[in-house]
């Protein structure tokens, strides 16, 4: 298989591999993903292995990061989304990790799913529009599956000034209410009745993770924080409070 070097330190594709550095949870990440896949889902990474402090991961053709945004604009794009995390929450249920499993947060009771953590365009993998993978799970845990849920709305209303909007692609002002009734619906929600509430209260909850991970001394999140990367985040939760109008 070949020697596996990470380029900087950092996420590296070698191939058809994806290297990052493996953390205390990313073997009970793989055994979730191992059961996935075994379960049909081909729309989440294949796990390969672990080695030498660096964790593989087949790679997964199509736009992703900074080249998904456009895919996201419509609202079928939306859609596409949130049918595929609904997939995925599913099929997590009769996951039952071992008792010593380490998770990079703590497991929260909810309805027996194991959220992504971190479900924004970003981590979703697009072709012609359509969601048709998911990533980048090392921040799974197990959570009631509206915490993934909100934490996709954030990022899909967007929950962002127009400005910022603007640079995830949006010519105009995004109908943020419209986009969330797209991602409810095609979810199952059954409504958006308390989901800006729960958008807020992840915000909140994504300033206490990332500075945890922060003082655990695990980059990105160290660097991230040193350069005001909270401030970002507290800001974007006054946003959202301050233009419930817009959401709801």
Known sequence: MGEWQLVDGDVTIAGDLVLRPARPWSATVHALLAHLRAHGLDCVPDPVGIRDDIEAVRFIPGDAGPEAWPHQISVEGVASAAALLRRVHDATRDFHPDPDATWAFPPVPGDGAVCQGDPGPWNFVWRDGVAVALIDWENASPAPALDDVAVALDAFAPCRPDDVARGHGFVDPPDRRARI????????????????????????????????????????????????????????????????????
Request: net charge positive; aromatic share 8%.
């Open 181 to 248: 009734r797209a991602f409810a619906s095609a979810y199952g929600t059954g409504g958006t009745a308390g989901l800006v509430d729960r958008v807020i209260d992840r915000q909140q909850t994504a300033v206490a993770r990332v500075l945890d991970l922060a003082e655990r001394g695990l980059e990105p999140w160290a660097s991230w924080v040193q350069s005001g990367g909270l401030d970002d985040l507290r800001a974007r939760t006054r946003w959202t409070r301050e233009h419930r109008h817009l959401l709801e």
